[in-house]
C-alpha cells in the first residue's frame, strides 16, 4: 500500500518568512495530493492539491510543488502570518475521478507555529 | 448551517461498553468516510460508503460497524471498547468525483 512520509514533523518561523513542508510518496500510481490544514479542536480543512499532470500549483500565499520523477511533493507558504499557526498535513492517492479519491494516505502531519 | 456534523464531539466511557457516534452532512455529497486520528495527530482512512454502499473498508476490527442509514448520514458502532480505541474519529463527505473531503469537527473517544 500506499506509504506517505512527512517533513519537518515541527517547524517554527518567524511572522513574514516562509515556511516548507516536504512529503514522499511510495506508490508510483498515486495521482492526487491534496494538503489540509487542521487547526486546535477542529477538523482537517483543504487548503490546495494538485494532481500529476500539473508540477506546480499556486493559490494566493500558498504553493504546491510535485516531482513525480522522485516522488516528493512540496507546500510553501511565503509571507505567513500567527494565523498560519496549524498542523498540515499531506496526503496521496489513486484517485482519478471515481471513488478513489477519499481513500486517502496521510503524512504524519507538521506542527507549524508563526510567532509573531 | 454546519456542512458535516458529528455527535457527541465528547464520549468518555468504560472498556467493554458499546457506543456510537452519529455523522450528517447536508452538502449534498454521496461519498462518506470515518477516519481516526490517534494521540500522535495521525489521520488513517476506516470506512468510506457511496450511496449506501461499503466500498472502503481498511483493516478495522469487526467491533466497529458502520452504519448508512441513507446518503447523508454515515453512523459509527463500536462494540467492547478497549484502551486503544481512545481517539478522535473523523467523519467526512465529498461528492464522488471530485477530491475535496469536507470533515467534521471530530468525536473525541476516551476508554478508561
Known amino acids: 500500500g500506499e506509504n506517505v512520509e512527512q517533513h519537518p514533523s515541527t517547524l517554527s518561523v518567524q511572522e513574514g518568512d516562509s515556511a516548507v513542508i516536504k512529503c514522499t510518496y511510495s506508490d508510483s500510481a498515486s495521482n492526487y495530493f491534496p494538503w489540509y490544514k487542521q487547526e486546535l479542536g477542529k477538523g482537517p480543512q483543504l487548503i490546495i492539491d494538485?494532481?500529476?499532470?500539473?508540477g506546480e500549483k499556486k493559490d494566493q500565499r500558498i504553493a504546491v510543488t510535485l516531482n513525480k520523477t522522485a516522488k516528493h511533493f512540496s507546500l510553501h507558504i511565503t509571507e505567513t502570518q500567527p494565523e498560519d499557526s496549524a498542523v498540515y498535513f499531506c496526503?496521496?492517492?489513486?484517485?482519478?475521478?471515481?471513488?478513489?479519491?477519499?481513500?486517502?494516505?496521510f503524512g504524519q502531519g507538521t506542527i507549524l507555529t508563526v510567532h509573531p | 448551517d454546519t456542512a458535516v456534523s458529528q455527535t457527541p464531539k465528547y464520549l468518555v466511557t468504560q472498556m467493554g461498553n458499546d457506543k456510537s457516534i452519529k455523522c450528517e452532512q447536508n452538502?449534498?455529497?454521496?461519498?462518506m468516510y470515518w477516519y481516526k486520528q490517534d494521540s500522535k495527530k495521525f489521520l488513517k482512512i476506516m470506512f468510506s460508503?457511496?450511496?449506501?454502499?461499503?466500498?472502503i473498508n481498511e483493516t478495522v476490527p469487526n467491533r466497529f460497524s458502520p452504519k448508512s442509514p441513507d446518503k447523508a448520514h454515515l453512523n459509527l458502532h463500536i462494540n467492547s471498547l478497549e484502551l486503544g480505541d481512545s481517539a478522535v474519529y473523523f467523519c467526512?463527505?465529498?461528492?464522488?468525483?471530485?477530491?475535496?473531503?469536507?470533515f467534521g469537527e471530530g468525536s473525541r473517544l476516551t476508554v478508561l
Open positions: 452538502l449534498g455529497h454521496d461519498t
Open positions: 467526512a463527505s465529498s461528492h464522488t468525483n471530485y477530491g475535496e473531503l469536507f
Open positions: 460508503y457511496n450511496n449506501k454502499e461499503l466500498i
Open positions: 494538485i494532481r500529476s499532470n500539473v
Open positions: 496526503a496521496a492517492s489513486t484517485g482519478a475521478g471515481g471513488t478513489s479519491y477519499g481513500k486517502l494516505t
